[in-house]
């Protein structure tokens, strides 16, 4: 059996650079000679995608709050059974751009369900799958709405649902801080990268490790 593989989820506001920092970390990884497979919530499955549409699509029709939630939640439900699991089961380093902290600062700090049910029906979706490390890429929202430009339905939402988001990030952040990798992402890419490849290198295995190697 393959040692496991090794969960790496990037999170962060709108616009702070995430999808860039995941594709950096992928190709250092791949350089050093691990197996590194890349996806992003919502997402990363047939199912997810279709869901990924409902979510995020201009609403003809707003959406009720728990329905999003639900949503989310069934998406990722997909995602980690399908996608995610295997792949660390067969002993690759996954490296996801957003998971189960969106949820609890989107669904939960900034539209205002409760935080500790959100993460509880996150919990049963991902049959309690915790990522290794979450690289936090925080940015002042006004930053980053200014870069983000797929215009979904949240980077439409208010300058405080986006403040609410940011301090729901930070205070996961801060109540598990080894767990954690918080960057100000108002640094160069090339900053960041650097900051983020030195924490994954102290964390990870060589890839020389039975399973970890391509
Ligand atoms: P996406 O276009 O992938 O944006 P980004 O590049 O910022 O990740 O859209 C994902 C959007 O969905 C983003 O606004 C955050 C939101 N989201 C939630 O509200 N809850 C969640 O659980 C997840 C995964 C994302």
Redesign the pocket.
């Known amino acids: 059996m393959p040692e496991r593989g090794r969960f790496v989820v990037f999170e962060g506001?709108?616009?702070?650079g995430?999808?860039t920092q995941v594709r950096m970390l992928a190709d250092r990884l791949a350089e050093s000679g691990y197996d590194v497979l890349t996806t992003?919530?919502?997402g990363g499955t047939p199912t997810a995608e279709a869901i990924r549409e409902l979510?995020?699509a201009p609403a003809a029709e707003p959406m009720s709050d728990r329905c999003?939630a639900l949503l989310?939640a069934a998406a990722?439900a997909d995602h980690v059974a399908k996608v995610i699991e295997p792949a660390l089961d067969s002993g690759r380093i996954v490296v996801c751009?957003?998971?189960?902290d969106?949820?609890l600062a989107?669904?939960g700090s900034a539209r205002g369900l409760a935080v500790a049910e959100v993460a509880e029906v996150s919990r049963w979706a991902t049959a309690g799958l915790v990522p290794d490390l979450t690289v936090l890429l925080d940015i002042p929202p006004a930053r980053g709405l200014a870069r983000?430009v797929?215009g979904?339905?949240?980077?439409s939402q208010s300058a405080a649902f986006h403040d609410q988001v940011r301090a729901g990030l930070l205070a996961l952040a801060s109540a598990e801080p080894h767990r954690y990798l918080v960057v100000a992402a108002d640094s160069t890419r090339e900053e960041i990268g650097a900051a983020v490849w030195e924490v994954i290198r102290e964390r990870l295995p060589e890839p020389h490790h039975e399973g970890l190697r391509r």
């Open positions: 506001g709108e616009g702070a995430k999808s992003r919530e919502p979510l995020l999003e989310f990722r751009d957003r998971f189960v969106s949820s989107y669904q983000a797929d979904n339905r949240m980077e």
